[in-house]
């Protein structure tokens, strides 16, 4: 069985304490450290040295390793917390991470991302925040995975996202066809998107193994 790899860290432990610097320069050491503990977990992974040279992007800036062209991975943060998804057979990965204490004007961001699909199943449960988060993170998630990125109207896209259920399959004829997987944590909503099909085995879905980095 294939399967996909989650490493879950903590912002914290991956970004040092930095005192005195701008919020641009801020901005910067933050990228800087997620960009280096992806290259160390992807060294451990890979038993070879990985830096920042080491990567190629497509079209469309999705990062890849053109040396290890049978490795596929994609990482997300938010302000609290990282993920690195990673698999050797399971290609055009695409993984999203949002913190469910982010402060979100939810009924005025879902008129310009969700589709009137998601607008009904959202207003029947009564405008639950994890279900807008469950929807954020499929769109991000999906939409990396086909390396296309945010160039799509996101109320087009219907993740079809289901009030109970933690994953499906959606597709889009910019796009193809995508299952996920929705993982809520306790501080968290994390969402992991694959290629996949229409057909029956595109619900054999792999099995996905959630490791907790200290």
């Not at 993740?159 to 299952?179: D, E």
Request: hydrophobic share 35%; glycine share 4%.
């Amino acid at each position: 069985m294939a399967n996909i790899v989650l490493d879950f860290s903590s912002l914290n432990d991956i970004v040092p304490l930095t005192h005195g610097l701008t919020r641009k320069e801020l901005i910067e050491h933050r990228k800087q450290a997620i960009y280096q503990y992806r290259n160390q977990l992807l060294t451990l992974k890979l038993h070879s040295e990985i830096k920042s040279s080491d990567f190629a992007k497509t079209e469309f800036g999705k990062p890849y390793l053109s040396h290890f062209p049978n490795f596929h991975f994609n990482h997300s943060h938010s302000q609290q917390h990282y993920v690195l998804a990673s698999s050797q057979k399971m290609a055009n990965l695409g993984v999203d991470i949002e913190d469910l204490n982010r402060k979100v004007r939810f009924e005025q961001m879902a008129q310009h991302i969700f589709h009137p699909e998601e607008m009904k199943q959202w207003e029947s449960i009564d405008f639950d925040p994890h279900y807008w988060f469950k929807v954020w993170t499929t769109k991000e998630a999906v939409l990396k995975a086909s390396g296309l990125g945010i160039r799509l109207n996101l109320t087009e896209l219907n993740t079809q996202c289901h009030a109970t259920q933690n994953g499906g399959i959606c597709h889009h004829p910019q796009l193809g066809v995508f299952a996920y997987q929705n993982i809520q944590l306790a501080q968290v909503m994390l969402t992991i998107a694959w290629s996949s099909s229409l057909n029956c085995k595109g619900f054999n879905f792999p099995k996905i193994e959630l490791k907790f980095s200290p």
